[in-house]
């Protein structure tokens, strides 16, 4: 067998049926053998495309993405979307062509030494310098990116490699996923920490919605009458109209949920590596416990404070733990939480003007309950975590820990891979949109009728955000003369339709939304429009600047309002 053949052959064999990719002069082998395989390869237009396809492929599915360059600047490529993956863990899988073994360090034409280029942003390497060991390298590729803390792997591939001849029997060796560390031992302690607590809250990252945690972070909550908060990653892993839910912590969070997060007595975290953008330990009360859920090694978080940690797999550890919690009658602090999600309403501030805000409350009430819907980065993105309902994981995909421009429509493209009955539909802005919008000639040819709802605010709204507020309103660089977006999405045989007045936003949503191509909203916002509520730190400790988000300062610990039912079970039997 062919090299090239038993690359395919084995992801196959792990039930890959899709490939992202470009070829070139150095993968041409993998591309002949792709003329006979079952996998489906998807032709991009930059590469990349290929590597945010995979991602949001991952990402839509829990699975292996698979993007597939040529080597040099094809490869070189990929690196901005698998940094992207990286920073997300996401299972992704690079195949790149490379210039053949005895040309290896010579400067020959389109050679890169990708191996050390991309190890700081993968979780494994591999360049096969035999035809021997490419089951080997694929079989421990696979695994390691699917395994424990997903990430992104790389699989350089010299041509004459692939060309190479290999026993068909090669590929009978069985290889074990790496061994994954799990601890539980602190979990009496969690126990008994948790039964002390008179104020818990469950934050849930990433981690939560990567690992299917979702319905057994329904049972615990409900078990313990405690409010949730997700980060960014893990918007959709809670459902948002529950109860319990007060929506995303974070530098443009819900007040309420930031609220939440400064009165509690215990987080538990699930998933979440405390990033600067998603939440810091300085907003706690310096006595408040942590139990920390999460699949990487522990990480000292300050002398003084009370941590338990639980390594391990989110959904595994939270279904031992709720076996040994007891369930909480109505609590103070359940009916405190009610209070907090009714004092934040984020009803979007003005209902009769075209604002982000307002394509929100549109998309909330058009888009189907199942809807995956990706953002791009920006304020774009912070519009679309802070006011769009999420109620299923893996229905809200987003760059978050890369904050990576250009990401939002080729990963809504993988994802209308995976998911090609649901609904997908890409927020983003118009800079982050000319970034990639090449990928709508991708999704003309693969025929997925993405929806593209594009906030067009002629500029880099974020950047100009940070400095009118931190420059003194001194604007450098952010403004684009971008081309009309209508024309442009016609010129690739996509639909589209300018929206400047708020009657007039409805209807365009609705037409997008069930088009038989992709379409492109084109959305005229105010330049100076900005993403708020927004924390800002600073050395004596953050400030927040609530913007429009009718949120009502809560008075104390007085109990004001009516407590929200909790009906058990109702959610924690939703869809993984």
């Avoid at 949920?257 to 990033?275: K, N, P, V, W, Y």
Wanted: charged content about 20%.
């Amino acid at each position: 067998m062919r090299g090239s053949k038993a690359i395919l052959s084995m992801l196959e064999m792990h039930g890959v049926s899709t490939i992202f990719g470009y070829p070139g002069a150095n993968n041409t082998p993998l591309y002949d053998d792709l003329l006979g395989s079952s996998i489906h390869h998807v032709l991009v237009r930059h590469e990349q495309g290929a590597a945010h396809m995979a991602d949001g492929y991952a990402r839509a599915t829990g699975n292996l993405g698979v993007c597939l360059t040529t080597s040099g600047p094809g490869a070189t490529n990929l690196t901005t979307g698998i940094a992207t993956a990286y920073a997300d863990s996401s299972p992704v899988m690079a195949l790149t062509g490379q210039v053949s073994t005895g040309f290896l360090g010579s400067a020959a034409f389109q050679e890169a030494d990708m191996f050390d280029l991309m190890m700081p942003i993968v979780k494994h390497a591999f360049r096969v310098l035999d035809t021997g060991d490419i089951p080997e390298a694929m079989a421990r590729g696979i695994g390691i990116a699917t395994s424990g803390r997903f990430g992104p792997v790389l699989i350089d591939l010299p041509k004459n490699v692939q060309d190479g001849e290999l026993a068909a029997d090669a590929m009978a060796r069985k290889i074990a996923p790496p061994a994954v560390t799990v601890d539980m031992s602190a979990m009496p302690e969690a126990v008994k920490v948790i039964a002390a607590s008179q104020r818990p809250l469950l934050l849930a990252g990433g981690g939560a919605a990567w690992s299917g945690a979702g319905p057994d972070l329904a049972r615990l909550a409900e078990l313990l009458g405690a409010p949730v908060v997700t980060t960014l990653m893990g918007k959709g892993c809670f459902p948002e109209d529950h109860p319990l839910s007060l929506g995303m912590v974070g530098m443009h969070g819900r007040q309420a949920a930031m609220q939440a997060l400064r009165e509690c007595d215990l987080l538990i975290a699930i998933g979440t590596r405390f990033s600067d953008r998603s939440t810091t330990l300085s907003e706690l009360r310096s006595d408040a416990a942590i139990v920390e859920v999460n699949i990487d090694p522990p990480v000292d978080r300050g002398a003084g404070r009370r941590e338990v940690v639980l390594r391990g797999d989110a959904r595994q550890t939270l279904q031992a733990m709720v076996r040994r919690i007891t369930r909480r009658l109505d609590s103070a602090w359940t009916r405190r939480a009610a209070d907090l999600g009714l004092r934040c309403r984020c009803a979007g501030g003005r209902t009769n003007a075209l604002t982000p805000q307002a394509v929100m409350r549109s998309l909330n009430a058009l888009l189907p309950r199942d809807a995956v819907v990706t953002t791009d980065v920006g304020q774009n993105q912070m519009w679309a975590a802070h006011f769009l309902a999420s109620r299923h994981p893996r229905h809200f995909i987003t760059s978050g820990g890369f904050g990576t421009m250009g990401f939002g429509l080729p990963a809504a493209i993988g994802a209308k891979c995976a998911q090609r009955s649901s609904s997908v539909a890409c927020i983003a802005g118009d800079g982050g949109f000319q970034m990639t919008c090449m990928e709508l000639a991708t999704a003309i040819a693969e025929d997925l009728p993405v929806a593209v709802i594009v906030l067009d605010n002629g500029g880099l709204g974020m950047v100009r955000q940070w400095q009118d507020l931190f420059m003194d309103g001194r604007r450098s660089s952010v403004s684009l003369g971008g081309p009309d977006l209508v024309e442009l999405a016609e010129a690739y045989g996509a639909e589209g339709a300018r929206v400047e007045r708020i009657s007039e936003l409805d209807e365009a949503i609705a037409r997008a939304i069930g088009a038989d191509r992709p379409f492109i909203v084109d959305v005229a916002v105010d330049q100076d429009e900005k993403a708020y509520p927004m924390l800002v730190p600073s050395d004596s400790g953050s400030t927040v600047i609530p913007g429009e988000c009718s949120w009502e300062a809560p008075d104390g610990d007085h109990l004001l309002g009516p407590s929200r039912p909790v009906p058990e079970g109702r959610y924690a039997e939703g869809e993984r």
